[in-house]
């Protein structure tokens, strides 16, 4: 899985491609525990590049987003567009971690 990121105005941004699946998102959990150890705990999920997540993504952006919380941070996503925006709005996490159109949004939302 292809993973990018930024720190950009005390924020993370992180920007997946793909997938997110069972092959995937132990890799995804990973690097994404590893970044917010080491730098900020405000978290954006950029999805604008994911075509598919699985119930595993899901699990994975759900662990990632309580370790966030626990070092006072919090994790928001953006960018969901087709089958992804589908799946986070019937599991309802674009209710429970917030959904923006852009990166933008999502630093508004964060309080940054």
Known sequence: MELTHEISNGMLVVRPQDR??????????ERCAALIADGP??????????????????????????????????????????????????S????LLGAHPGVADAWIALGS
């Open 41 to 90: 705990n405000k978290v954006v999920i950029d999805f604008s590049q994911v075509h598919y997540i699985s119930s595993a993504g899901l699990r994975a952006i759900l662990v990632v987003a309580k370790q966030a919380k626990s070092l006072g941070g919090a994790l928001t996503l953006c960018g969901l567009q087709g089958n992804v925006k589908e799946v986070m709005s019937v």
């Open 92 to 95: 309802g996490f674009d209710a």
């Open 20 to 29: 997110i699946d069972s092959g995937s998102a132990a890799t995804f959990e």
